[in-house]
């Protein structure tokens, strides 16, 4: 990856990693009180929305510091088997995210809270859920998995 790339992608990340944080922090709780000023009767909402959007946002954070690990990784030459390691553990991550999602959809739905916003996080959802099968079927991902495979054991001393 050459160095200019590189540097777009770390400050791209480390951007989105910031304003993540100024949503998480200051955004959400906010908007969460102004919902329940405007709407007395989503009250018994406000804590479990706040759990659950820190919870959706932190997903998104993590993915993002692994992100950076794999940027790191490339511009150093040195994606193998532990790059692959990485690339499932976000995968891990999505899917974490998208059962964050089916939960909060389904408590919400049985609660009798069914808005258009509700739409949103599904297709969040959704997408995050292509991310990943798109992540595991991924020429790329299976390349560096078999190649990770045939060094690691070209490495080992033959008796």
């Known amino acids: 990856m ?3 790339t590189a540097l ?8 989105l990693l910031l ?20 709407f007395p009767e989503v009250r018994s909402l406000a804590i479990p929305g706040l759990v659950w959007g820190i919870s959706a946002i932190s997903c998104w954070q993590i993915i993002a510091l692994m992100t950076l690990r794999l940027i790191f990784l490339t511009r150093a030459r040195d994606f193998r088997e532990s790059a692959y390691k990485w690339v499932l553990a976000i995968v891990g991550v999505l899917l974490f995210y998208v059962a964050l999602v089916v939960v909060a959809t389904v408590v919400l739905l049985s609660m009798g809270y069914s808005t258009p916003a509700l739409l949103v996080p599904v297709c969040f959802g959704t997408l995050a859920f292509i991310a990943a099968i798109a992540l595991i079927v991924s020429p790329a ?4 998995r078999i190649v990770g495979r045939s060094s690691s054991s070209s490495s080992s001393p033959k008796v």
């Open 141 to 144: 991902t299976n390349h560096a």
């Open 19 to 38: 304003t993540s944080v100024v949503v998480e922090v200051y955004v959400l709780p906010r908007e969460i009180q102004e919902a329940v000023a405007n």
């Open 8 to 15: 777009a992608l770390t400050g791209l990340v480390l951007i």
């Open 2 to 4: 050459q160095r200019r």
